[in-house]
């Protein structure tokens, strides 16, 4: 299984980069994900949805649509797009140190 440093720590991730155990990720960890994502400073806003993916993970298993993130996250599905313009709930499920969401590509 490959892995990934963050923050000085290896974890392991699936071939698409994604954490495979989310218990590993750290906060400092998902500033470094972003950066090499494109997508530095994380603001408040960035926050918001990145904790949304990490709670809905713990809840249900998977990270949420784009869909459920704009209807239920309190972050519009244009303002996601511009937060996250690569892919919201696929680039947020990275950040957020949770495997890709059901129904990514």
Do not use: N
Request: glycine share 10%; hydrophobic share 35%; charged share 25%.
């Amino acid at each position: 299984m490959p892995t990934a440093t963050y923050d000085g720590t290896p974890v392991p991730v699936d071939d698409d980069g994604f954490f495979t155990d989310p218990g590993r990720w750290t906060e400092p960890m998902a500033e470094q994900i972003a950066r090499e994502a494109g997508i530095a400073p994380l603001t408040d806003r960035h926050w918001t949805v990145i904790r949304f993916m990490r709670a809905r993970y713990a809840a249900d298993g998977t990270g949420p649509t784009v869909r459920v993130l704009g209807k239920s996250s309190g972050v519009s599905v244009k303002e996601l797009y511009q937060l996250f313009p690569k892919g919201p709930a696929k680039t947020a499920a990275k950040i957020a140190g949770i495997p890709k969401p059901r129904g990514c590509v």
